[in-house]
């Protein structure tokens, strides 16, 4: 089986959504209505989607007060500190500082204006 989506709830989907689209260069490939306003969103490879929601029979938890280790959505990208600043430039919010791993990963966490930590990679070497 391959993974279809992952999905997290948020208080303002559609807006979230739009951000997503706007600033992490995702697309929309299905929406509905109430009550959970979902949104499907595909990256560029076509092979990888997450679903932003809210669904009124549940929480929407507090991504602001969790630490990004134990959840996190992360991109590639070849140039972590650049986008690191233009996301912030966004409304994001840079959480802790850029790291330089001996291995030559570079990785950075922002949170994107809802409080959800987008971790943005540059691996030394490729993970697959």
């Not at 997503?20 to 490879?45: K, Q």
Request: charged share 20%; glycine share 10%.
């Amino acid at each position: 089986m391959d993974i279809e989506h992952i999905g997290y709830m948020v208080r303002q989907p559609a807006a979230a959504a739009r951000w997503y689209v706007e600033n992490l260069g995702l697309r929309i490939v299905r929406s509905g209505g109430p009550p959970a306003d979902a949104h499907f969103l595909a990256d560029t490879s076509g092979h990888v989607m997450i679903e932003i929601y809210n669904n009124p029979s549940a929480e929407v938890p507090d991504y602001a007060a969790m630490n990004p280790l134990v959840l996190h959505l992360a991109f590639e990208t070849g140039d972590v500190e650049g986008e690191c600043r233009r996301l912030v430039r966004a409304g994001a919010k840079a959480e802790g500082e850029i790291t330089y791993a001996p291995n030559g990963d570079v990785i950075a966490i922002v949170r994107d204006p809802w409080g959800f930590p987008v971790q943005l990679a540059k691996r030394g070497a490729p993970m697959i």
